[in-house]
């Protein structure tokens, strides 16, 4: 996770700030200390942490915290603004056609992420196109053209064309039909002027609505260096940062943003042309500072709650954590869920979970998107009170009748089985909490 550090560093600084009403010099000093250190660590660029850490140090001692303000809250709420100050909103990306150009080293996850937004498009309802202009890299067309299968997406490459420039404007003639283009490029190894050259020539052929550097998330002081040079030929309007899964310190994410004026328009999360998120920044800034709210959170709950289900309804989220965790159960629990927000932002709000327990669930345990949200719901629609009280009975011919019933395919139905059985084992995992944050929460 991008900047892990800070939010844990911090949060033990913050911590001994407990208590104290007032912050003198010293205090200050320390918190921005700190902060100044985990930056540093996750190689955000020296210059930027400076004037981040200058900002946070004048106001933290000029401005008086509110009435009823701990001195600790006060600094947070600073570091938060000037966090958000810095990220901004995430890159706009309308649900509209539009041409989007990929500039970026070679190995900084183009091609891949070029796939990963088709396929994220395509699951928005658009028909996008990827086009590879990619000729200097062996192995590109091929790649490219994989990934775009398994992302279901229209692709256009010519591994026999030398011209990258011709490649684009062919490919996106020969894309017409499709309404959202994604033109991936070359990169190099390191910045050349070649290289700015031809990104230029495509830029002007392709004349994208936006364009955004694709960065790995590994990247440390060098984003600063790529950042102004793309931005400068091209114009960057976003940040693609990739591999975050991985063990990525990411602050050179944060110093591409700032050099390039510009926001996050994405995530990589894994190889697959599915493990792509689009940036959220409140979420993303308030997981990483771990500003748990519970007050917040239980208003949320609340609301989705009451958003849930029928007042008649005797479905009771308490009862989950009792007694067996059923289809039904399941389905509510993704309604609800879809009226809170992602489960793990919802988790970083306990404090004291975020970042510990979720970190220790696979990624997907409650990641149930609308869509897949849609195709189960229809599909327990076709099931019988039997088989949504004990989805154990259901065995390969019932998955059949259930999938020709709801007019979906097998394969949704065994998802939905293995995803109530992952969910299932989490929910076991949060009973044994005992009398925990999560029945608390419940409870509210
Ligand atoms: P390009 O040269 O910029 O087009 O980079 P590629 O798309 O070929 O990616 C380089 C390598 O990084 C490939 O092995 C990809 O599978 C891998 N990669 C790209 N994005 C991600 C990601 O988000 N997570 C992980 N784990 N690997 C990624």
Known sequence: MVLDNLGSSLRGTLSKLQGKSRLDEDDVSEVVKEIQRSLLQADVDVSLVMDLSDAIETRALEEEPP???????????????????LI?????????????????????????SAAKMAWWFSKKGLRPAVIQTDTFRPGAYDQAEQMADRAEVSFYGDPDAD????????GLEATADADVHIVDTAGRHALEDDLIDEIEEIDSVVDPDRSLLVLDAAIGQGAKDQARQFDD??????????????????GGALTAVNETESSIAFLGTGETVQDIERFEPNGFISRLLGMGDLKQLSERVERAMAETGDEDDDWDPQDIMKGSFTLKDMQKQMEAMNNMGPLDQVMDMIPGMGGGLMDQLPDDAMDVTQDRMRTFDVAMDSMTEEELENPRVIGQERVERIARGAGVDAESIRELLEQHKMMERTIKQFQGMGDGDMQRMMKK
């Open 67 to 85: 009435a009823g303000t701990s001195a600790r809250d006060h600094v947070l709420k600073i570091v938060y603004e000037e966090l958000v100050d």
């Open 88 to 112: 901004g909103e995430s890159t706009e990306i309308p649900l509209e056609p539009q041409t989007i150009l990929l500039a970026g080293l070679q190995g900084s996850g183009k091609t891949t």
């Open 163 to 170: 011209d990258p420039v011709q490649i684009a404007r062919d």
């Open 233 to 250: 030929s091209i114009g960057i309007d976003g940040v693609v940062i990739t591999k975050l899964d991985g063990t990525a310190k990411g």
